[in-house]
């Protein structure tokens, strides 16, 4: 089966139309995803046993099961309960709540990475821990925690995917469309293949450069 | 003014029957001693023996497990007194240096009196240039760790431990993590804070400093206190053969 291009390029401004929803939605998740895993990440670390724990059981949790399935409980679940999400919040927030686990994590090795002797410097000079974290220990995390935060904004634009799943209009549920309106099976999905590439190779090449830059 | 008046007071430190363990491994035995306004302590011992540890405990970055210390007149106690105050008024430098990597030598020297102090930035890096020429690094105050040897990254830490204004100063092995070559003129900075009337606890194996600037050697071994004394005494009569032992040793390297 040939690839055929003409085709392509004739569905592209519809093709491209999803990568919008799909590249929109990559960044509405990742910003609430960032926030909440910091938060997450911090008290995991230093929120005491109680927070400590409740933070662990969360991450595990979603660690350990389909992003799709929290996908379809958010969308098709809640609502029994009187939570109403349209598609997009829905999408969003799942794949918020999923990846703030993920990015949680990402933070909390960061902070780990950082040598003990840069907290006692900072506890010798009578800093409280607070004060260690705010100007001693975050920035020079966030450096670290950049490589590994660009591979997960990569990783979320191909996982926005499964909202095809609830019928979300993305590239790839585009490409799908495509398919079944011209019994082409290959061409569209190809095209598709192309579209979600030139959107994370530049990412994953960016955060190799960062990660070099940090060495 | 307020130092004056301490001053005449005599004593800053006392160490009483101090212990620490690690789980079941108990690296400090029970050690006992004083210190005077202005005196100069070197601490040596075979690595185990527990200096490093001690000098850590003394500000609390290592809770000691018993003992009483007292500071400057007040009982230190976790929780009965303010262990941050305390730590403001010793200063500490390490054998690593532990500067802090994303910040220029003058941010690394004025970022304790900004934050702790509430100093104004400006009075603060006034200040802080002040130090960094003292440690003859006034020409580096714009750089960053990264771009420093291990010499003036050291100089750059004494510089910021200084600018907390303390009325003890601990080094714990300043210079083992020096090139040969640079471990000089971190020496001579030490010299320098001792001939001004510093009040300091340097663990070290130097002994040309210590016969330099000390007016008194503890030797310790296997977490206890073996013997104490004048450089001179220490290093030419030592009393113990596990003093004699480690000082031939550090003759011959």
Redesign the interface.
């Known amino acids: 089966m040939a690839i055929d291009f003409r085709l392509i390029w004739e569905k592209l401004p519809f093709l491209l139309g999803g990568a919008w929803t799909t590249f929109s939605l990559t960044c509405v998740s990742m910003v609430f995803a960032t926030v909440a895993g910091l938060i997450v990440g911090l008290l995991n670390m230093f929120g005491g046993r109680v927070l400590g724990t409740i933070t662990r059981v969360y991450i595990e949790a979603v660690r350990g099961t389909p992003a799709l399935l929290l996908i379809l409980i958010v969308y098709y679940a809640l609502p029994r309960f009187g939570l109403n999400f349209p598609q997009f919040p829905a999408a969003a927030v799942s794949l918020a709540v999923c990846y703030a686990a993920y990015i949680a994590e990402v933070f909390r090795s960061a902070v780990e990475s950082i040598p003990m002797g840069q907290t006692e410097a900072a506890y010798s000079l009578g800093m409280s821990r607070l004060q260690s974290l705010r100007y001693i220990i975050l920035p020079q995390t966030f450096r670290r925690v950049l490589p590994p935060l660009a591979n997960e904004f990569a990783a979320l634009i191909k996982d926005t995917s499964l909202v095809a799943f609830i019928s979300m209009e993305d590239l790839l549920f585009r490409s799908k469309m495509v398919s079944a309106a011209t019994y082409d099976y290959f061409s569209p999905l190809v095209g598709a293949a192309l579209i979600y590439l030139v959107m994370t190779l530049p990412i994953m090449q960016w955060s190799r450069s960062l990660e070099k830059k940090v060495d | 003014m307020a130092d004056e008046k301490t001053c005449s007071t005599g004593r800053i430190l006392d160490v009483v029957d101090l212990h620490k363990s690690f789980g079941t491994l108990e690296v400090i035995k029970g050690v006992s001693f004083g210190l005077d306004h202005k005196e100069r302590l070197v601490l040596m011992g075979p690595s185990g023996s527990g200096k490093s540890t001690l000098v850590r405990c003394l ?1 609390w ?1 290592e809770p000691p497990t018993s003992g009483r210390i007292v500071f400057d007149g007040q009982e230190v106690q976790a929780g009965a007194c303010d262990i ?2 305390l ?2 008024d ?3 430098v ?1 054998q ?1 240096f ?5 910040l220029t030598a003058l941010q690394n020297v004025a ?2 009196p900004i ?2 102090k509430k100093l104004p930035r400006a009075d603060a890096e006034a200040e802080a240039r002040e130090l960094l020429a003292k440690v003859g690094l006034a020409h580096r105050a714009d750089h960053k760790p990264g771009q420093m040897s291990g010499g003036e990254q050291q100089r750059v ?1 004494i510089a ?2 200084l600018a ?1 204004h303390p009325k003890l100063m601990l080094f714990d092995e300043p210079t083992s993590s020096i090139d040969v070559e640079l471990i000089r003129e971190v020496l001579d900075v030490m010299v320098k804070l001792a001939d001004e009337g510093m009040t300091m606890i340097v663990v070290t194996h130097e002994m040309g400093f210590a016969k330099e600037v000390a007016d008194r050697v503890i030797f310790m071994d296997r977490g206890l206190i073996i013997e104490t004394g004048t450089p001179a005494e220490v290093f030419e009569h030592p009393q113990q053969e596990r003093t004699q032992n480690f000082l031939s040793k550090v003759h011959l390297a």
């Open positions: 500000n970055i941050r105050k730590r403001e010793i200063g500490m390490f690593q532990n500067v802090f990597p994303h970022l304790g934050v702790v830490a910021r431990a907390m």
